[in-house]
């Protein structure tokens, strides 16, 4: 049977039905109601509508806001921590710390990626495991002494923090392993220039960071292609090299600073920030204060000294390595107390140079490049300038000597 | 009650009912005991909410008991009805409140069962054994929202978006309910038919 032929047959029936009597239907008293009652009450359809779609959209709103804070905290990159030797690992991480992606464009160091399946892991595993696979698959030569662990985030408080609990872990790794590898750690805000460079060249941020350090200290005489082929021992010598070279350069900016951040990572103790000191060098990498030095698998950092007027005073120059004995704090040298006494055992690798010896003035081209960047800073040392004028005159009073110290390694 | 009812006659609206359209202010003229308006919705609508009542109570006698209780209650409560675009909703609802009471107040005075309820439709007055054997498989197969929304669509003509608004259901809800019940319908009487 059809459809229309059930209707149809639905409708004869009732209509043969016995029908009401209309007359007496009309006829028949009714009392008018004061109000309705629960059987005539008039349901408002409309605002029933309105509050079911309401809701419908509070729902998905509820949703979305649920959708939108997993994505955030889950599957939105963070921070990317690098791991550089030969070549470049940088492992992606979300807010949570889990493991998002692992990247490498070295074909050797692609073999890590297929061999580990670390999605969602947390990054200290992470990192041991890549390092773990780095020692077993032969991608660290022999000759390697350093390592270089950078942590790349949008702020630089959290990529301090990670910075110290996945370098503080890799340190220990290293220990158990006997591993004679030096770390030098960094953390720095994301910079778009900074990543396209990385992209550019297939290397990690953190070690374009450390090219552009190398670039600055050396002027043009290297490009970042040539430097990016090259390892971290290479790049870190280098680095030195052209610190050593720049001690006459004492008042000049660093390209990146206001945003690199040094990070003993054996001591958990930032020894340095250079957002915050606006007018101060890089100078080089130096053991931790509290570092056995005599342990060849020592965490460096880069010592800042705040004013560069100072700098101008000492010119320290120091060997990092299989450097032992005590030698001075490095408050003590930035402040200017340090007075070079006999009963202070000075690392043997430190020169001290006279003031005299130093130029006075850099040359013009580097005035200007400096000139520029204050002026760019300005904004943001101000409110700094005004304690590094209080700090330097009280150094200057204790600054006996009338010498600054550089320190290189 | 029976006293009322006699032989329904051919419902001349019936065909209107396909693009069944009430003027709200009907009800204003009903407050005013304007007996023609009374009597105009009365033939536009008496069908549907005969077809909507015996939907839930499966007996006839009840359901003309009920329909003249809804058009009473409609005169009695015209005067209050606001305007809301609706007025079909307003009369199944009396209509459905009025039925359940009706159900419960059975149930209470003669203790019946929801099965003996079934054992009550009786359609002595249809002499086709086809639309018999139909009315008596709707009532039997269907549950009462599906009976209802195949009555009212059958009757009424109401259309489908209508009917769920009057029932106060989605569109699709509906649908889909009105579908599946005629599927089942058309299963079964095909089972009826093979059977013979």
């Known amino acids: ?339 070079g006494e006999d009963n202070a055992v000075i690392p043997p690798s430190v020169i001290i140079v006279p003031e005299d010896n130093l130029p006075e003035e850099p040359p013009e081209e580097i005035k200007t490049k400096n000139n520029n960047s204050e002026k760019a800073l300005n904004k943001q040392t101000n409110g700094k300038k005004e304690k590094n004028n209080k700090n330097k005159a009280e150094n200057n009073n204790n600054n006996n000597n009338n010498k600054s110290v550089n320190l290189n390694l | 009650m029976m006293v009322l009812s006699m032989a329904k006659q051919k419902n001349p609206y019936y065909k209107k009912n396909k693009n069944l359209i009430i003027d709200e202010t009907v009800f204003l003229k009903i407050a005013e005991d304007d007996m023609s308006a009374f009597e105009q919705l009365y033939n536009l609508t008496e069908s549907s909410v005969y077809a909507f009542v015996l939907s839930i109570l499966q007996n006839h006698d009840d359901a003309l008991d009920v329909v003249q209780d809804t058009y009473l209650k409609i005169r009695g409560a015209a005067h209050l009805y606001v305007p809301m675009g609706k007025p079909m909703a307003w009369i199944f609802t009396i209509a459905r409140n009025l039925s359940i009471s009706k159900l419960r107040l059975k149930r209470q005075l003669e203790n019946v069962q929801m099965d003996d309820i079934e054992n009550n439709i009786s359609f002595s007055y249809i002499d086709n054994h086809e639309d018999k054997l139909v009315i008596n498989s709707t009532f039997k197969i269907l549950n009462d929202q599906e009976r209802q929304i195949i009555m009212l669509h059958a009757i009424s003509g109401l259309a489908h978006h209508e009917i769920a608004d009057s029932l106060g259901m989605p569109l699709s809800t509906e649908l889909s309910k009105y579908h599946r019940g005629l599927k089942k319908l058309r299963k079964h009487l095909s089972k009826q038919e093979m059977s013979k």
């Open chain 1, 1 to 339: 049977m059809k459809r229309m032929d059930i209707e149809k047959s639905i409708r004869r029936s009732v209509n043969k039905a016995p029908s009401l009597d209309f007359e007496k239907l009309c006829r028949m008293p009714v009392e008018k109601m004061s109000e309705h009652d629960y059987i005539t009450r008039q349901q408002d359809v409309q605002s029933t509508h309105h509050l079911k779609k309401l809701t419908a959209a509070a729902c998905y709103m509820a949703i979305l806001i649920c959708f939108a804070y997993w994505f955030f905290q889950y599957r939105m990159p963070s921070s990317t921590i690098a791991l550089d030797a030969q070549s470049s690992i940088e492992i992606v991480v979300n807010r949570k710390n889990q493991v998002l992606r692992i990247r490498t464009l070295n074909e050797d160091y692609k073999k890590i990626t297929e061999e580990l399946d670390l999605k969602n892991t947390d990054v200290v595993q992470a990192a041991k495991n890549v390092l773990d696979s780095m020692v077993r698959l032969g991608l660290l030569k022999n000759s390697t002494r350093t390592i270089m662990l950078s942590v790349e985030n949008s702020n630089i408080e959290s990529a301090k923090e990670l910075l110290l609990v996945v370098g503080s872990s890799i340190q220990d790794d290293l220990d158990e392993k006997g591993l004679s590898l030096e770390i030098l750690s960094r953390s720095f805000v994301k910079d778009e220039k900074t990543s396209e460079l990385a992209e550019q060249y297939s290397i990690s941020s953190g070690k374009v960071n450390l090219i552009e350090n190398i670039l600055y200290l050396n002027g043009s005489s290297y490009s970042v292609e040539s430097l990016s082929k090259m390892s971290i021992d290479e790049l870190v010598e280098m680095n030195n090299n052209g610190s050593n070279s720049s001690k006459q350069y004492d008042n000049i900016s660093a390209p990146d600073k206001g945003k690199t951040e040094f990070i003993d990572v054996a001591d958990n103790t930032t020894t340095g920030n250079m957002s915050e000191t606006d007018n101060s060098n890089i100078i080089s990498f130096i053991p931790s204060e509290n570092e056995n030095l005599t342990d060849k698998t020592a965490v460096h950092e880069e010592i800042i000294i705040d004013d560069a007027e100072e700098s101008k005073d000492y010119s320290v120059h120091e060997e990092a390595e299989n450097i032992s004995g005590n030698y001075p704090h490095e408050e003590e040298i930035s402040s200017g107390n340090y007075t």
